[in-house]
């Protein structure tokens, strides 16, 4: 996934109303950015932190940044929730993912389950269909490992048990985590900050969802899928 023009830096003054962001530009230019994240974003809204922003010409804008990319401990971290199903479906057609490989078609947010959408869905005449739900993953307490969530998600734990129900039906239902961070080897699953969807997880695989993770490689240019890495308990 590149990124449609090169983004521009500054510092983070403050994020509130989770949805916008004050920031000094490198120019010196005081903004208010849009922050595509509805999240707690724990541990990458302090203030000072260094933060890539790209820049939109659309005139019906009121806020023409949208924040993409800070750092933390040392390294970039992408927080655009709208990048992950891009680079989700870049990782399926490469081939990172064999199992999900060799779909013949291939569609995005379909209508699926109790008032769902399902992220992609692949079909194949001579497969079961392969229902995938993509989260986002930024959030890192411990060097080279990767949580989820960072706060409580009761849709997260519906999503679980939507897919449950897919596998139920003769389908296959699939989690795939993208961590949006280059500094993580493992993802565990985040039960101490939500205790529900931990359980909700443990069910899912019960059932038969299947659960992966990839990494990403993150620069100012572009976010790309490299690897996988184990879900752990």
Known sequence: MIFASPLVTGRLVQRYKRFLAD??????????????????MLGLTDPGIRVWLSISDGLKRKYPHTLQLVEAQGIMV?????????????AILSGLLPSLSGYT???????YGSNSRIDILL???????AYVEVKNVHFS???????????????????????GN?????????????????????LKICGDLDPAYATAF???MRRGV???????HITPTGIAAISTMPIID
């Open 202 to 204: 443990e069910r899912a």
């Open 105 to 111: 078609e291939f569609r995005r947010e379909q209508k």
């Open 78 to 90: 992408g927080i655009n929730t709208g990048l992950p199903n891009r680079i989700a479906e870049e």
């Open 166 to 186: 897919m596998v139920e039906n003769g389908h296959r239902g699939i989690m795939l985590y993208v961590i949006q961070r280059g500094d993580c080897e493992r």
């Open 123 to 129: 079909r194949d005449p001579n497969r079961p269909d």
């Open 141 to 163: 307490r411990s060097a080279g490992l990767a949580e989820f969530p960072d706060s409580p998600t009761a849709r997260g734990a519906k999503h679980l048990d939507e897919l």
């Open 23 to 40: 920031i000094i530009l490198d120019d010196g230019n005081p903004i208010t950015s849009s922050v595509p994240n509805t999240g707690s």
């Open 210 to 216: 299947e659960a992966y993770a990839v990494k990403c």
